[in-house]
């Protein structure tokens, strides 16, 4: 597994850091997504599920912007995203 950190951010925001405690099981894409670090899970949740977001690059490569944008559908199937990471210390 390469150390894939680019893009400057914590690495336990960057997909395959992390265990999933709820994966996404809207379908195959999502997950898939984070994996290969398309689609990236922020700590911060929203009720009990992770925020999810996405790096948009513009046509060069460079980064839209250097925040990631929210998502709270998934961009292929379009269900609400539900998903939630596993955290060592999660107690309820
Ligand atoms: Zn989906």
């Known amino acids: 597994m ?3 950190n680019k893009l400057g951010m914590n690495h336990d925001h960057v997909g395959g850091h992390f265990k999933w ?3 996404p099981k809207c379908c195959s894409m999502l997950k898939d997504a984070v994996d290969e670090q398309f689609v990236f899970v922020s ?3 929203d009720e009990k599920f992770n925020q999810f977001y996405i790096m948009p ?3 060069n490569g460079e980064l839209f912007r250097s925040d990631g ?3 709270h559908n998934c961009p ?4 609400k995203i539900r998903a939630r990471k596993l955290y060592d210390s ?3």
């Open 21 to 23: 405690e709820i994966e």
């Open 69 to 71: 944008l929210p998502i």
């Open 90 to 92: 999660a107690k309820g």
């Open 2 to 4: 390469s150390s894939n």
């Open 76 to 79: 292929w199937c379009g269900e």
């Open 43 to 45: 700590n911060f949740t």
């Open 57 to 59: 690059l513009m046509a």
